[in-house]
């Protein structure tokens, strides 16, 4: 904790014990207070601190919108932390006093800087329904905003007294976009004919029309026009048959007019991208995992739309290079704050550790309903919120157990709003490393679960297991990979039994690259295809030389080999961070036969000169012309031209030039008449 921190704890009119000593212990350089009332009687206390410059955390986010109205403008941070739901209200609240001054730490340090980019939308609106119940919410949004009616196939439609907002017929074939800039494909499109007298009767259809809109508020009751449709802004789609979900529907579109800043959740830097070299694709991982469909190909690296990307993160926890890096926070900002929880914590007394990393939107409320209702969270339980749990990858969950945790569980909803592959891919990769230094198995896990009773059972069942018997203290700094390496590495030091070399399941994003040396011809094409310089040659010898520090796995070598010798495996190698880059395959030169200059492979050489001689016509008769395979680039061009070599076997018939054209043509002038 920095100096001139004031901490301000609030029993909640004795509603919970608070523990003094244990949050000085933990909240080390800090002056701590404590109240009974601090947001009625004994409000003073806080107007007196929120005087002075200090920076000040105080223990409740239940008022803390009034404490920020009577802070105003002020020098010092203000920041808050939930002590009372996730740590108070519990049946082991006695022993809660490491928690809470590990909570307090976390809330003191500093917001992420967050990019954002901005969503326009003029209110265009496109409702896609079936029947009358789409024309009614038509009804509704008329005076707010530009509404039209897209119905799909409806029949004995009442024709409106005055048409206040086209009605029209037609089913959506495709869709695109994000608010703001949404495109749909027509099919069967049709416009209402004016003198439709009971029904509504529509006039020719025709396919493909195509509607531009806003926003789309889809009362159709059949499949989403979108993959993870509740993750796309500006799409709004409810169940025709609730009434209460579409009038819900209704009053959220009824606000999407304007300009709306939006995160920028992924930072992108396209050198780093190990998608494809020359229309060869590599790695894919993001492609695969991301449930928006915000991400495409394009060229050697891959596009992420940051308007239509939703902050899953699960693009950013399986890159390999990290290219695609999560903004909020970052992976150094987020392993600082578990740093902060794990070690305050420890100082502050506690034992055997679970962290457990949930989202505000349902996590939160899950501990919430379980503190009031419940038992509440284990005094041993140190929840930390994260913006999606789906965006944590490897290098925090490595720092989470290098900083001496006991076991770390992500809380997932029951029905997740989106696929949560890539989170089971980061635990499954995790086990394997955990259990190879010693750790022991079922250390990370998912809670999968809407049931806050569940929830606490569930976190009182799981083991207790000692932590590290050595807890590391490093600071990440860096990029998302760098962080990566330094995390595992401190994890190996601060494991119970470390090894040298782990092996991992496939697709991981470590690993070695065996090559069959004697089908190897050192073409190096592998190395123009590496993306990470992983695979390099050398300039003064055939050689080919491998880096596991820096090979991510893309598969571009492999795939990019004309003669299929390269395969992977994947494995964590903790000697590779500092091991010089080893020599896959070495060659001597071969020598020209005429200056006697290196160039090329000897085997090589030999092995073409041994496929063309005697079979190729170019070279059947005349070992001359196979001795220019075994010349240098210089020597071949100068025999060639010396001894007019001709590639098609035969002479070919002299250059003619300008002046044989006018020779030829005064000759045939000047021949005579027979």
């Not at 301000?8 to 009119?13: A, F, G, H, P, Q």
Request: aromatic share 4%; charged share 25%; glycine share 8%.
């Amino acid at each position: 904790m920095a100096e001139k921190r004031t901490i301000l704890v609030c029993s909640c009119e004795d509603t919970m014990p608070l523990d003094a000593d244990a949050l000085v212990r933990g909240c080390r350089g800090a002056e701590v207070k404590t109240a009974n009332q601090l947001c009625r009687a004994e409000l003073e206390r806080f107007r007196a601190a929120a005087k002075t410059g200090d920076d000040i955390v105080v223990g409740c986010t239940q008022e803390a919108p009034l404490f920020s109205e009577v802070a105003g403008d002020r020098a010092g941070a203000l920041s808050f932390a939930n002590v009372r739901e996730t740590a108070g209200w519990s049946v082991d609240a006695a022993k809660a006093g490491p928690k809470m001054a590990a909570l307090l730490a976390v809330a003191a340090e500093p917001p992420p800087d967050i990019p954002f980019v901005s969503l326009n939308s003029e209110g265009v609106a496109l409702i896609y329904g079936r029947d009358e119940r789409a024309i009614e919410a038509g009804k509704l949004l008329a005076d707010h905003l530009d509404v039209t009616v897209l119905i799909t196939r409806s029949k004995d439609l009442t024709p409106p007294r005055v048409s206040a907002f086209p009605v029209v017929q037609g089913t959506i074939k495709s869709a695109k976009g994000y608010l703001g800039a949404f495109e749909v494909m027509v099919d069967d499109y049709a416009v209402p004919a004016p003198s439709s007298r009971g029904a509504l009767s529509f006039g020719v259809p025709r396919d493909g029309a195509v509607s531009r809109c806003d926003l789309i508020i889809d009362l159709s009751g059949g499949s989403p026009l979108f993959s993870a449709p509740d993750l796309r802004d500006g799409y709004l789609r409810a169940d025709p048959n609730d009434s209460a979900a579409v009038l819900r529907a209704v009053l959220k579109a009824r606000d999407l007019t304007g300009t709306f800043d939006k995160p920028r959740y992924i930072t992108f830097t396209e050198d780093l991208c190990a998608h494809s070299r020359s229309r060869i694709v590599g790695c894919h991982r993001c492609l695969d995992l991301c449930p928006a469909g915000a991400i495409t190909p394009n060229g050697d690296h891959v596009s992420i739309d940051p308007k239509i990307c939703a902050g899953c993160g699960q693009c950013a926890a399986a890159c390999p290079t990290g290219a695609a890096s999560y903004a909020l926070p970052a992976a150094d900002a987020l392993i600082r704050k578990l740093r902060v929880l794990l070690s305050t914590y420890r100082e502050a007394g506690g034992g055997n550790p679970i962290v457990l990393l949930h989202d505000e939107a349902h996590g939160t409320e899950l501990i919430d309903a379980l503190a009031r209702h419940g038992d509440g969270l284990p005094g041993h339980v140190l929840p930390l919120a994260v913006n999606e749990v789906t965006q944590v990858g490897l290098e925090a969950v490595a720092a989470t157990f290098a900083y001496g945790a006991s076991a770390l569980r992500f809380l997932l909803r029951a029905r997740p709003r989106h696929d949560v592959t890539g989170l089971r891919k980061t635990i499954a990769l995790a086990e394997p490393i955990l259990s190879g230094l010693g750790f022991g198995d079922g250390r990370v896990a998912a809670i999968e679960t809407d049931d806050p009773d569940a929830l606490g059972e569930m976190l009182r069942a799981v083991a207790v297991q000692a932590p590290s018997p050595r807890p590391a203290s490093f600071t990440p700094i860096g990029g998302k990979r760098d962080v990566m390496r330094l995390a595992l590495r401190e994890l190996q030091r601060a494991a119970p039994a470390p090894v040298d070399v782990i092996a991992l399941p496939a697709d991981a994003p470590f690993g070695a690259v065996v090559i069959n040396v004697e089908g190897c011809t050192l073409c190096l094409a592998c190395v123009s295809a590496c993306p990470t310089g992983a695979l390099s040659a050398d300039t003064e010898r055939p050689m080919l030389r491998f880096a596991e520090d820096a090979c991510v796995q893309c598969g571009l070598c492999k795939a990019t080999c004309p003669e299929k010798v390269i395969t992977l495996k994947p494995q964590l190698d903790f000697r590779a961070a500092t091991a010089a880059a080893r020599v896959l395959k070495e060659e001597a030169p071969f020598e020209c036969i005429r200056c006697h200059k290196p160039f090329g492979v000897k085997s090589t050489i030999e092995r073409v000169s041994a496929k063309l001689e005697g079979k190729h016509w170019m070279f059947k008769g005349s070992a001359r012309r196979l001795d220019v395979i075994k010349m240098c680039e210089d020597c071949r061009v100068a025999v060639m031209a010396e001894e007019d070599f001709d590639p098609y076997g035969k002479p070919r018939p002299p250059v003619r030039t300008t002046e044989d054209y006018l020779r030829e043509r005064d000759e045939q002038s000047n021949k005579p008449e027979s």
